[in-house]
Nanobody, 125 residues
Framework: QVRVAESGGGSVQAGGSLRLSCTASGRPGGRFAMGWLRQTPGNDKIFVAH????????YYADSVKGRFTISRENFENTVYLQMSSLRPEDTAVYYC??????????????????WGQGTQVTVSS
C-alpha cells in the first residue's frame, strides 16, 4: 500500500522561507514522479511544482517560478519544496502527490495517483 507523507509546513512572515519534505513509500524498487499542489478554502487544488521520476525534469507554476525549487533524493521517493521570498498569497494547504507513470498532464491534479494529507503554510504580511 502506497503512503505519501508531507512535513515542514508552518507560519512565516512575508519574505521568509520554508522547506517542505515528502516521502512516498510502499512501492519497493519503483520510483514515482512527484508533485506539489496547493489549495485554499473554497477552491480546487492547483499545481505548484513537479519533478520527474529521475529528477531530470522540473516544472513550476508561473506564480512560483524563481522563488520555489523542487528537488529529490537520488534513487528515492523523497522530494523537497524549498520556498523562498514567500508572499501572503502563498498561504495554503500544500499537498504532495505521486504519479505511478510520468504524465505530461502534471499540472492537473487528477493526473496524480496518490496523495498526502497536506501541510498548512501560512505567510503573514
Amino acid at each position: 500500500q502506497v503512503r505519501v507523507a508531507e512535513s515542514g509546513g508552518g507560519s512565516v512572515q512575508a519574505g521568509g522561507s520554508l522547506r517542505l519534505s515528502c516521502t512516498a513509500s510502499g512501492r519497493p524498487g519503483g520510483r514515482f514522479a512527484m508533485g506539489w499542489l496547493r489549495q485554499t478554502p473554497g477552491n480546487d487544488k492547483i499545481f505548484v511544482a513537479h519533478i520527474s521520476w529521475n529528477g531530470d525534469n522540473t516544472y513550476y507554476a508561473d506564480s512560483v517560478k524563481g522563488r520555489f525549487t523542487i528537488s529529490r533524493e537520488n534513487f528515492e521517493n523523497t522530494v523537497y519544496l524549498q520556498m523562498s521570498s514567500l508572499r501572503p498569497e502563498d498561504t495554503a494547504v500544500y499537498y504532495c502527490a505521486a504519479q505511478v507513470y510520468n504524465s505530461a498532464s502534471y499540472f492537473m491534479p487528477n493526473s496524480y495517483d496518490y496523495w498526502g494529507q497536506g501541510t498548512q503554510v501560512t505567510v503573514s504580511s
